[in-house]
């Protein structure tokens, strides 16, 4: 019987509103006792005081690449990236190559997921090819595996396609997820349309691109009246917009990306693509407005959009693909612009990194609960480090936050009960 004894650790449980200084104990990866003063004979003791124990991340938006573009990342390396940051559970994106539209590619990613850091979940595509022709077959989908519907990274273009997918999801217990983006607005933009795209000379996506695909996907979950779930908010309008839908009832939640609450289109100026993605930096009025959808509760997750390129694919600014990777600075990017200025309290942070993701897809992941294995993050709150690419654990070296001191360090990640990441190893 192996038995791991965390001492003297902030537990913060949002799942529970736990949030006390006290001791955790695993026996044979399972969580045994969760607060209090805790007595175990041969155990190994982990003196956890000044740091916080939490529901291992759930980031409910990755790019694994995996199949078809693992020169970026492969399923392992995403996962072990992950690890690395304090995430136990992700859903990733069908954007490979074959697209996962068929049940044996997402049995293919469950059966290589299965020896990984981290739980993988699988976001299926809504269409064929991620083409918006044809819808795929959802309910075989279902029954392969997949827990949510996205063509991320093209939105649907069909409406009639959508809403048929929209309709389909609950029947099947999955969720929607939804890149909102008008490719007519945003085609041939590198970066956010404004005063510094005019300045640079570079043709710019403008906030519209972003809002009309979130009009129109609030607009077909109030007419059907079913779920949606918005993807990276970005804009202030897409953040008016979705705060307005939910004081009218209307089944919609949402997610941003912490580049998007931290970073602005001010950083374009120095060309380096890492800080191109989709949708872009923005400005500091749309970012203070993200910040405000965090605190009011209009926003209900954070997720990273990690998507992994190569450096050769990163070189040229003009040419180079959208993306940056983000799973092993998400968490120090929230205590450092979120909790440090007051804007959200720790537990705040770890709900929205961790419970609320977690109920939004309907995976058990997000608590502290007993007598189940073990999905838990411990870190130091106040610990600083600078983001030093070469030193991350994933393939690709994108990272948005590269040279930026951040606070808060993962010490210990275990997932289901094995541990997967110690700080310094």
């Known amino acids: 019987?192996?038995?791991?004894?965390?001492?003297?650790?902030?537990?913060?449980?949002?799942?529970?509103?736990?949030?006390?200084?006290?001791?955790?104990?695993?026996?044979?990866?399972?969580?045994?006792?969760?607060?209090?003063?805790?007595?175990?004979?041969?155990?190994?003791?982990?003196?956890?005081?000044?740091?916080?124990?939490?529901?291992?991340?759930?980031?409910?938006?990755?790019?694994?690449?995996?199949?078809?573009?693992?020169?970026?990342?492969?399923?392992?390396?995403?996962?072990?990236?992950?690890?690395?940051?304090?995430?136990?559970?992700?859903?990733?994106?069908?954007?490979?190559?074959?697209?996962?539209?068929?049940?044996?590619?997402?049995?293919?990613?469950?059966?290589?997921?299965?020896?990984?850091?981290?739980?993988?979940?699988?976001?299926?595509?809504?269409?064929?090819?991620?083409?918006?022709?044809?819808?795929?077959?959802?309910?075989?989908?279902?029954?392969?595996?997949?827990?949510?519907?996205?063509?991320?990274?093209?939105?649907?273009?069909?409406?009639?396609?959508?809403?048929?997918a929209m309709q389909a999801a609950p029947e099947l217990g999955m969720r929607v997820v939804s890149h909102c983006e008008d490719l007519d607005l945003s085609k041939g933009g590198l970066m956010n349309e404004g005063a510094v795209s005019r300045e640079l000379g570079v043709p710019g996506v403008p906030n519209a691109a972003e809002d009309c695909g979130t009009a129109r996907d609030i607009a077909l979950a109030e007419a059907y009246q079913v779920p949606i779930h918005i993807c990276h908010v970005s804009s202030r309008t897409s953040v008016a917009m979705i705060r307005d839908a939910k004081r009218r009832g209307v089944q919609v939640t949402a997610e941003t990306a912490p580049h998007y609450f931290s970073l602005t289109d001010a950083l374009l100026r120095a060309r380096d693509a890492d800080f191109r993605m989709s949708?872009?930096?923005?400005?500091?009025?749309?970012?203070?407005?993200?910040?405000?959808?965090?605190?009011?509760?209009?926003?209900?997750?954070?997720a990273t959009d990690h998507a992994p390129h190569t450096p050769q694919e990163k070189a040229d600014f003009s040419k180079a693909p959208n993306g940056s990777i983000g799973m092993e600075t998400s968490l120090a990017a929230g205590i450092t612009y979120l909790v440090k200025p007051g804007l959200l309290t720790l537990r705040e942070l770890l709900r929205l990194m961790s419970t609320a993701p977690a109920k939004i897809l309907k995976i058990p992941a997000g608590t502290l609960e007993t007598s189940r294995p073990a999905d838990l993050v411990l870190f130091d709150p106040e610990e600083q480090w600078t983001v030093d690419p070469e030193k991350l654990h994933g393939k690709s070296?994108?990272?948005?936050?590269?040279?930026?001191?951040?606070?808060?360090?993962?010490?210990?990640?275990?997932?289901?009960?094995?541990?997967?990441?110690?700080?310094?190893?």
């Open 1 to 164: 019987m192996e038995k791991l004894l965390l001492r003297h650790a902030r537990i913060l449980d949002p799942s529970s509103d736990l949030d006390q200084i006290g001791d955790l104990l695993l026996v044979d990866g399972s969580l045994q006792q969760v607060g209090g003063t805790v007595e175990a004979s041969d155990a190994q003791v982990i003196d956890a005081s000044g740091m916080v124990v939490a529901p291992g991340l759930v980031d409910m938006h990755v790019h694994l690449r995996d199949p078809g573009f693992t020169e970026k990342e492969d399923i392992l390396t995403g996962c072990r990236a992950a690890a690395a940051g304090g995430v136990t559970s992700l859903l990733c994106m069908p954007n490979t190559k074959p697209a996962i539209d068929t049940p044996e590619t997402v049995r293919y990613i469950l059966d290589k997921a299965s020896q990984a850091d981290a739980h993988v979940y699988v976001a299926a595509a809504i269409t064929k090819g991620l083409q918006s022709g044809e819808l795929d077959d959802l309910a075989a989908l279902r029954e392969a595996g997949a827990v949510a519907l996205s063509d991320d990274g093209r939105p649907v273009v069909h409406s009639r396609l959508m809403a048929r």
């Open 279 to 302: 949708p872009p930096l923005r400005t500091e009025v749309d970012r203070l407005a993200v910040i405000e959808g965090l605190r009011d509760g209009t926003i209900d997750a954070i």
């Open 397 to 425: 070296r994108n990272a948005v936050f590269k040279g930026r001191l951040l606070t808060g360090r993962v010490k210990l990640t275990i997932c289901g009960g094995k541990i997967v990441y110690r700080d310094g190893e």
